[in-house]
C-alpha cells in the first residue's frame, strides 16, 4: 500500500535547495502504486506533480497538491543480436550510474550524456543532450502512466516528438504521464562520436579510443567547467540556447562579429544563450543569495538563502536585459513549479 505524506519538506529533492513544501507527497515504486492511486481517485481532476531527482525544477512557492516521487528501480536486457542490446530501464534508476554501466558492459551510445544529473525517467522529458549527443539517438520506446485514463500508454521514438531539449512531455502532455520505463538500443560495436570540439581537442587523431576513455574525458570537462549543485545549488542550465533565423543572425553578426552561431540543418540558426547574457555583465554578477555563475553565464546560483521567487526575478532581469540588447527572448530550459 502507498503512503502518502502530508506538509513534506522538497529540499532535499532539489538541487536549487528550495525549501518549499509539499502539501501531500508520495513516493512511487510501481505501477501498481500508480494504479492504487489512481483507483482512490488522487488523479481525477487534480493537480499532481512529477519529480525525480529535482536538478532541472525551480520551486517558486509550496506545492499545495500531491507529488508523486519517482522511485522505480530496475533494468533489463530485452533483446539481444550481435550489433545491439536493447536495455529496459525502470524510471528511477540514476542516470549517471547507467551510464557507467553501460560503458562498463562495452555498450556505446550515451558515453557522452556522462555525468548529467537525474534519473532515467526524465531523460526523454527535455531530450537531454551534451557534448554532440542527444538521448533521443538510443531511445527507442518510453512506457509512460497516462494519470487521466489509468493506463499504461507506450511511446515509440517518433510519437516522443523529441527536439532540441523538448519533447511531447514537455509540451502537450505537460504533467499528464509518468513515464514508468525506458527502452534503449545501444551498439555493441560502437562508432565513438568525438565531433564536438572538446573531444576533438582532447582525443586528436588517435585510433582506437575506448569507450571509458570518452566517458571519463566528459566527465572531467565537465568537473572543470560546471558548478556542483552540492557545493552551488543550481539546476544546470537555466536557458535554452535560442534558435533563431539566419536573417536575425546575420543582425547580431553585423554588431557582434564575433558572436558564436551554430547553423542548424533546418536553416535556422543557435545562439549561445551563455554569451548573450555575459555581454549583458550577468556574469559571476549577484544580488543577494542569487548569481549567476563567474564560470558559466548559463548558470544560476543559490548561494545561501535565497527563495525561488528571487531565482525567478533575477532570471526575468536577464531575460529582459538580453532582449534590450539583442531583440532576442531567452526562454527557461528549468521547468518552474507550481
Ligand atoms: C549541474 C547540472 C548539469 C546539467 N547538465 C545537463 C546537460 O548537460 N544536459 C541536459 O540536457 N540537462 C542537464 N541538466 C538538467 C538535468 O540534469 C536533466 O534535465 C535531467 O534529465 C533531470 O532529471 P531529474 O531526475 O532531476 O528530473 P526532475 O528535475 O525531477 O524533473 C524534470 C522535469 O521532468 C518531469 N519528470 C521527471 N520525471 C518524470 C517522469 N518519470 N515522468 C514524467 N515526468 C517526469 C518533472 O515533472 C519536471 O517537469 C543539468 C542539471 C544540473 C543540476
Excluded at 527507442?140 to 493506463?151: K, P, T
Aim: charged content about 25%; proline content about 5%.
Amino acid at each position: 500500500m502507498v503512503s502518502i505524506k502530508t506538509d513534506f519538506c522538497l529540499k532535499p529533492f532539489n538541487t536549487f535547495r528550495m525549501a518549499v513544501r509539499a502539501e501531500r507527497f508520495c513516493a512511487v515504486s510501481r505501477v501498481a502504486d500508480l494504479l492504487e492511486l489512481y483507483s482512490k481517485g488522487e488523479f481525477q481532476n487534480k493537480k499532481v506533480m512529477i519529480l525525480s531527482q529535482g536538478s532541472n525544477v525551480l520551486f517558486t512557492n509550496h506545492i499545495d497538491h500531491l507529488v508523486l516521487h519517482n522511485e522505480m528501480w530496475g533494468k533489463q536486457l530485452v533483446a539481444e543480436n550481435d550489433d545491439f542490446v536493447m536495455l529496459k530501464v525502470n524510471a528511477g534508476e540514476s542516470w549517471e550510474l547507467l551510464v557507467d554501466y553501460v560503458v562498463q558492459q562495452g555498450w556505446g551510445g550515451i558515453e557522452n550524456l556522462a555525468l548529467i544529473p537525474g534519473k532515467v525517467g526524465a531523460s526523454p522529458i527535455q531530450n537531454i543532450g551534451a557534448y554532440g549527443a542527444e538521448v533521443k539517438d538510443v531511445i527507442i520506446e518510453v512506457e509512460a502512466f497516462d494519470l487521466h485514463s489509468g493506463e499504461i500508454r507506450r511511446f515509440n521514438n517518433e510519437e516522443c516528438q523529441f527536439g532540441y531539449r523538448s519533447s511531447v512531455f514537455k509540451t502537450e502532455f505537460k504533467d499528464r504521464f509518468f513515464i514508468t520505463s525506458v527502452v534503449f538500443k545501444l551498439a555493441k560495436n560502437p562508432v565513438l562520436n568525438l565531433n564536438y570540439q572538446p573531444l576533438k581537442l582532447a582525443f586528436g587523431d588517435r585510433k582506437e579510443v575506448t569507450l571509458a576513455e570518452v566517458r571519463d574525458e566528459v566527465v572531467r570537462i565537465r568537473k572543470s567547467k560546471l558548478p556542483d549543485p552540492e557545493e552551488f545549488p543550481n539546476a544546470g542550465s537555466f536557458f535554452k540556447n535560442p534558435v533563431v533565423t539566419k536573417e536575425e543572425a546575420n543582425l547580431i553578426l553585423a554588431s557582434f562579429p564575433s558572436a558564436p552561431v551554430y547553423p542548424q540543418p533546418d536553416g535556422m540558426v543557435k545562439l549561445a544563450a551563455g554569451w548573450l547574457i555575459e555581454q549583458c555583465g550577468y556574469k559571476g554578477k549577484r544580488n543577494g543569495d542569487v548569481g549567476v555563475h563567474p564560470y558559466q553565464a548559463l548558470v544560476l546560483v543559490n548561494y545561501g538563502e535565497a527563495t525561488g521567487q528571487e531565482v525567478l526575478q533575477f532570471a526575468e532581469q536577464i531575460i529582459a536585459d538580453v532582449k534590450l540588447n539583442f531583440g532576442i527572448g531567452l526562454c527557461p530550459e528549468v521547468n518552474i513549479y507550481p
